[in-house]
């Protein structure tokens, strides 16, 4: 079981990345997903979630109206697209995977990415 998480990298702020998460190993259909990141110094937190037949989504405070999470079940994948990036955005970020959407609000979750790297900066 792997997730693979891409698509980060140095951005100016005010831009979009699209960031993947790819899984392998196991069928990402049955499972809720989410984004998580952690800045240098702090705390890692929860950035947006997406149930399984995405009928629930969840956003942190701080990306509501600026990042978007989607899923293609088809293809195994599930996308985080960030718009309108602050330096602020700044971490790595990881997918993560698990039955329980409940319990990843809390934080929790079966299996993790390696994480990518989001750099915001001019």
């Known amino acids: 079981v792997q997730l693979q998480a891409s698509g980060g990298g140095l951005v100016l702020p005010g831009g979009s990345l699209r960031l993947s998460c790819a899984a392998s190993?196991?069928?990402?259909?049955?499972?809720?997903i989410g984004w998580f990141r952690q800045a240098p110094g702090k705390e890692r937190e929860g950035v947006s979630l997406?149930?399984?037949?995405?009928?629930?989504?969840y956003y942190a405070d701080s990306v509501k109206g600026r990042f978007t999470i989607s899923r293609d079940n088809a293809k195994g994948t599930v996308y985080l697209h960030m718009n309108s990036l602050k330096p602020e955005d700044t971490a790595v970020y990881y997918c993560?995977?698990?039955?329980?959407?409940?319990?990843?609000?809390?934080?929790?979750?079966?299996?993790w990415g390696q994480g990518t790297l989001v750099t915001v900066s001019s």
């Open positions: 993560a995977a698990d039955h329980g959407y409940d319990d990843m609000l809390n934080g929790m979750a079966a299996y």
């Open positions: 190993g196991f069928n990402l259909y049955y499972y809720s």
């Open positions: 997406i149930s399984p037949n995405a009928g629930s989504t």
